[in-house]
């Protein structure tokens, strides 16, 4: 049997350093390859299961095959001026209450097509008013097509897709988990939110279609509070752009090119940002950065999670020396605990540059939003974290519009009025086990 044993440990230890040179040769960031690579060491066996999970990135090479060798998803650079629209109209819609039904209009009024793309589809409630409009819709010969994202789908029960398939709706899930093959892609997760009407009028932002974000009847548990967006103009043919290349990177099938509309339906100019694993630069993160960088007077920024990479706490310490006001407001209770652990033991790095932090109160706010001065606007599904940042496929809007910036920045300042400042002082003030615990979380944050 000595034989076996020394094969054994011979393949435990080929398994270990297969995964550390995988490790080395693709990740981008030194602190991911090392902390990977001393994993995989340490423990072979697990480390490169893991590895295999969780730290391999599948998606470019496949992306790249679809697509012919190009991302049809690759926006224009983020210092690009070109990818602009104009004459577009942007209306913000407040939690369920206000978003929900205008989405369920423009269903019930298609003629054409309908493609929506969400990363959670709740089937009680108003999720079951999602089903019936889809499906009537498809019934009388609108073609509509579903995307829902294969883990984000697994939130709630009975799954939406199948609810779906059985009323008649096309519907794809975007790389579900499997067993045969075995395969789990949790870390590429698609968290955008699109909907595309006849190529009229669209809908982005951070809303999945669920009832918490029914918000105005306080008995509700969980209720999470969150921003919609309603455009119409031009630009809604980028969206419908970026969902055909979704749907294409899914299901292999090419849809239809539609002719944008061309009427002018207001005074925003937009472009639409896409980022996610398939792309080779981290497009968001400089959009971002390029925002806060161009700052005159004031950066505003509410987020659920906020684990900012270290190019970003260098803008903001800039912006800050600059005298720019920064503000930056997150839920005082998160509904993912260990992410706000993580956030609060790098708080400092910002509070010793007069970066504001502010924690609004219960219920949970959901909301993706950056102001710059009183004329830019940054919406969208992202969030300020590595798996935003880094993980996930995101879209971003950026909007010039001063009239929605000033009501944007209405809201952020009505949001901060109900929010406590965090100083320093609280910081350092926390008990030796919340820092033990908070430390231990933030070595996890490129994960979280």
């Not at 269903?107 to 409630?125: C, D, M, P, Q």
């Not at 010969?141 to 829902?148: A, E, K, P, T, Y």
């Not at 398939?165 to 790389?175: H, K, N, Q, S």
Request: charged share 20%.
């Amino acid at each position: 049997m000595q034989w076996l044993n020394i094969a054994l440990a011979v393949l435990v230890t080929a398994a270990g350093l297969a995964a550390a040179v995988h490790a080395l040769l693709y990740k981008r960031r030194p602190q991911a390859a090392l902390g990977w690579i001393a994993v995989c060491l340490m423990l072979p066996i697990l480390g490169a299961l893991l590895y295999y999970l969780f730290g391999i990135n599948r998606v470019q090479a496949r992306a790249r095959v679809l697509r012919g060798g190009t991302s049809a998803k690759t926006p224009v650079p983020a210092d690009n001026k070109a990818g602009w629209t104009h004459g577009n109209d942007v209306t913000a819609l407040h939690c369920g209450e206000e978003a929900y039904p205008a989405m369920l209009e423009a269903i019930r009024g298609a003629e054409k097509y309908v493609y929506l793309s969400t990363y959670i589809f709740g089937t009680g409630g108003v999720g079951g008013e999602f089903i019936d409009a889809l499906a009537d819709a498809a019934r009388r010969g609108v073609d509509v097509r579903v995307l829902i994202d294969g883990v984000g789908e697994l939130y709630t029960w009975p799954l939406a897709g199948r609810a779906l398939r059985r009323r008649g709706v096309r519907v794809a899930t975007f790389l579900p988990p499997r067993l045969v093959p075995p395969t789990v892609s949790i870390n590429l997760r698609n968290h955008r939110k699109i909907l595309v009407v006849d190529g009229e009028i669209g809908f982005t932002g951070g809303m999945n279609i669920a009832d918490r974000h029914l918000v105005a009847d306080a008995t509700r548990r969980q209720r999470v509070v969150d921003v919609h967006f309603r455009l119409v103009g031009p630009i809604v043919a980028r969206l419908e752009e970026i969902f055909a290349a979704d749907w294409l990177f899914t299901t292999r099938e090419k849809l239809p090119i539609h002719e944008p509309a061309r009427r002018i339906a207001g005074a925003a100019s937009c472009r639409v940002i896409a980022d996610g694993p398939d792309e080779p630069r981290d497009i968001l993160l400089g959009l971002l950065l390029r925002s806060i960088a161009s700052a005159q007077r004031r950066v505003a920024i509410m987020t659920p999670y906020f684990l900012p990479s270290p190019e970003l706490i260098g803008v903001f310490h800039a912006a800050a020396l600059r005298g720019i006001e920064v503000d930056v407001v997150l839920p005082a209770k998160n509904n993912l605990p260990y992410v706000h652990w993580a956030s609060r033991h790098m708080l400092w790095q910002l509070l010793v540059a007069d970066v504001r932090i502010h924690y609004q109160p219960a219920p949970f706010v959901h909301t993706k939003l950056l102001l710059v001065d009183d004329a830019t606007a940054v919406i969208g599904s992202w969030n300020i974290d590595p798996r935003s940042l880094r993980l996930n496929f995101e879209l971003a809007v950026e909007i010039h519009d001063r009239v929605l910036v000033a009501h944007l920045g209405e809201h952020f300042d009505a949001a901060l009025r109900r929010s406590t400042t965090v100083t320093l002082a609280d910081v350092d003030g926390r008990s030796l086990p919340e820092r033990l615990r908070d430390g231990a979380a933030w070595l996890l944050s490129p994960y979280l």
